[in-house]
């Protein structure tokens, strides 16, 4: 007996544009059944990506390629070569959140101290970097209120912008 291609529900990101060149990305997947996210995204971005509860799978290459992400932690993609547009598999009970940057904007945070991080030194700015990680527990504090956010709609930028800059300096408060 054939088994049918589950059919996954299309869903969108919650999206917040902080500035230009930052975007944060919520997901939350409260339900029984998997969920499926798209975003185009071009080669100009650096993508950081959160599980905070649950897991998820990255789809690269219409499919052919999968990636899963657990609870607690992240990952860094970026590949200055080609577009890597966002395909999420996002399983039941699942929540993610990503902050896309622009490697402009991204550029200038780290002007005076191109070297701490080691994809934007000159050998590898044009190399592509993978890198996975784990959600320490002072960045699980902002991811929840990331994705817990019920204050007022008129605030939500600038929050999200405070909460977006510092989820990544903890991420790069690494020895």
Not at 85 to 109: A, D, R, Y
Not at 123 to 138: F, R
Request: aromatic share 14%.
């Amino acid at each position: 007996e054939l088994k049918a291609q589950k059919s996954i529900a299309k869903s969108t990101f919650n999206e917040t544009t902080v500035e230009d060149g930052v975007m944060v990305l919520t997901f939350r997947n409260d339900g029984a059944e998997a969920q499926s996210a798209v975003k185009d995204i071009d080669s100009d971005y650096i993508q950081f990506h959160f599980c905070v509860k649950g897991s998820s799978q990255f789809l690269f290459n219409e499919g052919r390629y999968k990636l899963n992400i657990l609870e607690e932690n992240s990952l860094l993609l970026y590949n200055p070569q080609r577009d890597l547009p966002i395909h999420l598999e996002i399983n039941p009970h699942s929540w993610m959140v990503s902050i896309l940057i622009s490697i402009k904007k991204f550029h200038g945070f780290f002007s005076h101290e191109a070297d701490y991080i080691t994809f934007l030194s000159e050998d590898n700015k044009d190399k592509k970097y993978y890198k996975d990680g784990v959600i320490t527990p002072s960045m699980a504090i902002v991811l929840n209120q990331l994705i817990n956010y019920n204050l007022n709609t008129t605030i939500k930028e600038l929050y999200f912008k405070g909460k977006a800059y510092e989820l990544l300096s903890l991420y790069f408060n690494r020895s």
